[in-house]
């Protein structure tokens, strides 16, 4: 945005990053409580206790993914591990932003694809990696190379896996937690309970619970693949002013930008799974409607226009 500095970029992307975690997370935890006082009777501690037990298997499952998902992901994507004397303007590269950011060094890595493309994971600085597609290597100049190896690093100076790890379990729980609710209430599961509401004074409130619970059943799904989608549109808006910050250099990733925009490959090793992590959705007919509330990445005529602004 016009007279916006990196810094204040910086700062309203996480101020929306925390607030829309914030959001999700009220979500969850009311609609836990909320089916669970269903399947209680009106019991709110039986909705503690079913909110509790939603987000411990959210954690555990974050936990699993966190250690696990990096490795599994690189293998995903075919990517294979670099050495020094394969790319050695590569490596300087990196090198030079780690030193700039306070970064461990990265292991780097090659995917053989012609589509322009390029992804960092890991579970902290400490364990990270950043790939490149073939395809865009080949075709940047080092300013551009640089832009793009930043907007990466970034990702991993924010934290923005863990962010990404979290939330994707979190939606899965909080949508698998919705379809056992709404199994229940199909099979009749919930209608002994009920019952007993009635008998003890409570069936009013039982009803009023059931008809809340089965309308956000169906809805929370909707909103928390919304807000998903949001959190990682502003990750890549805050990657992108990162790279800024390492780089001084708004130019150089404005104009990989404006070379990954004209690709028109599709990169074969990329699924729904792994798309969220590239600098752009590798999947060109989600990238046409990036426009979308559902997408992952802000358009990039967007994200050019405000890192042009940064030059001014």
Known sequence: MAGETFHDQIARNKRNSILLIGVFLVLFAGLGLLIGMVWGGGSSRFGIVVAVAAGALAFVLTLLSYYAGPGALLA??????????????????????????GLPVPRIYL??????????TGRNPQHAAVAITTGLRTRLNRD??????????????HYDILYATLMAVM????????DVFLR???????????SRGRDSGGGALQIVLLVIALVLAIIAPILAKIIHMALSRQREYLADAGSVE???????LASALAKLSGDTEV????????????????IKKFEARATSIFSTHPPIEDRIERLMALTQ
């Open 76 to 101: 995903m994507s075919q990517a294979h591990e670099l050495k020094r004397e394969q790319d050695p303007q590569l490596f300087n590269v990196v090198e030079e932003l780690c030193l700039a950011g």
């Open 111 to 120: 995917i053989d694809d012609t589509a322009m493309n390029a992804f960092a």
């Open 144 to 157: 551009e190379l640089q832009g793009v190896m930043a907007h990466e690093l970034s990702h991993v100076r």
């Open 171 to 178: 939606v899965g729980v909080l949508v698998m937690l919705c």
């Open 184 to 194: 229940s209430m199909w099979y009749g599961g919930s209608r002994r309970r009920s």
């Open 246 to 252: 390492l780089t001084r250099n708004p130019q150089g």
């Open 267 to 282: 990169l074969e090793v990329a699924n729904r799974a792994t798309a969220p992590l590239y600098i752009i959705h590798p």
